[in-house]
């Protein structure tokens, strides 16, 4: 038999989720290994756009990554639509040349990405930094002192971008370690280090899943949420004042339970006006994984496909980065994360595609653990 140059497939419709199997001869690729039910899921987040446009082209030519157990397995996929609209072609494990080019190819995108942020972003607030304290030169007294204060603004803002370019850098767009988690324990812990103004309350639905994993980026993930509803709702934004006047908790201390935390629904919490909170911030579970909302101003619809992009702010003191960061979290743990409005007409971000660990199967994996 001649050995075959790959696996022959189907794809009914073109349907990125679907992939049929005509026949594998001898094909070098592991079909045990290929995904068995919805192959989009298989496919690495940060390539799923790519194959989701090639099949939309018609004429089939991409290559693109297959999540395993270890690295990622690269595949060369190659096909056209006939005559009954099904894709039709063959699926190749990619060679080194073409792993390196597409490796290359995500490099450099990312290099321009922050190339951008630098040269534009950066420049900025360096800008006036440097023009108010070369005003400050000529002055004396209070003018001198508002001009120098102006110029440490400038730099404060600075330092809050290259942190956060930084955070986006190490996020990347893969999770190497991952752990049954409890996921009201990480709510709880990332409410405790964002230090909420007094009167802006988390509330906190009973049946919040047990799921799979990074617990430290996850943190990350809610804790950039937390800061985003603050900022964008609260009557008084959070900031250095706030939290010293508040007397809030460190990092250090976020093991203990927060006191503005309740276990109530998103829906009932909305007539419940007995602390007569400022803003209130909801975290709940959806069937498939969990979303965090608020009930304060919302995001213009407008503006919810463009919220995740690097950079993007409605708010003149932020970065841009928050709701980036967030985006490559989910990615790398293969989630998806959408920005809709909540119950009360304020933001609403919903993590799907998460898989929830039922108590039971929570249980046996601690004891196949030991």
């Known amino acids: 038999m001649n050995r075959r140059p790959g696996v022959a497939y189907r794809r009914p419709d073109g349907d990125p989720t679907r992939f049929v199997v005509e026949t594998a001869g001898e094909s070098d690729l592991n079909l045990e290994a290929l995904p068995r039910a919805d192959w989009l899921r298989g ?7 790519r194959l989701r446009d090639a099949l939309e082209a018609g004429g089939v030519d991409v290559t693109y990554r297959l999540a395993g157990d270890d690295d990622p397995e690269w595949v060369h996929e190659r096909g056209a639509r006939d005559e009954s609209g099904d894709v039709v072609g063959y699926l190749f494990p990619a060679t080194d040349r073409v792993q390196r080019r597409n490796r290359l190819e995500q490099q450099r995108e990312q290099l321009a990405e922050f190339a951008s942020v630098v040269s534009h972003d950066l420049r900025n607030p360096l800008s006036v930094a440097v023009g108010n304290i070369e005003l400050a ?16 603004d400038a730099l404060d803002y600075m330092d809050d971008l290259i942190s956060d ?3 986006l850098a190490r996020e990347g767009r893969t999770v190497e370690e991952t752990a049954v988690t ?3 324990g990480v709510v709880d812990r990332a409410w405790r280090t964002v230090d909420a103004p007094e009167r802006v309350t988390l509330v906190v639905d009973d049946s919040l899943p047990t799921v799979e994993c990074d ?11 937390f800061r985003n509803a603050i900022e964008h709702g609260a009557e008084d934004p959070l900031s250095v004042d706030s939290v010293e006047q508040t007397g809030g908790a460190s990092s ?19 007539g419940d006006a007995d602390r007569d909170p400022s803003l209130r911030v909801f975290v709940g579970r959806l069937s498939d994984g969990f979303y965090v909302a608020d009930d304060g101003e919302g995001i213009d619809p407008a503006e919810r496909d463009a919220v995740f992009d690097p950079g993007h702010s409605t708010n003149k ?54």
């Open 215 to 225: 617990r430290s980026r996850l943190r990350q993930a809610l804790e950039n949420l």
């Open 182 to 184: 409890d996921l009201r």
């Open 137 to 152: 030169r000529d002055l004396e007294g209070d003018a001198a002192v508002e001009r120098l204060d102006r110029a440490h």
């Open 317 to 370: 003191d932020g970065t841009g980065f928050g709701l980036a960061i967030v985006d490559r979290i989910a990615e790398a743990h293969g989630w998806e994360v959408s920005a809709t409005e909540s119950r009360a007409g304020g933001a609403r971000f919903e993590f799907t595609g998460v898989d929830l660990i039922e108590p039971e199967e929570t249980d046996r994996r601690r004891c196949t653990e030991r």
């Open 165 to 167: 370019l930084l955070a």
């Open 43 to 49: 496919v690495e987040p940060d390539d799923r756009d």
């Open 252 to 270: 250090g201390d976020a093991d203990s339970e927060t006191a503005d935390s309740a276990s109530v629904s998103e829906g009932d919490a909305f």
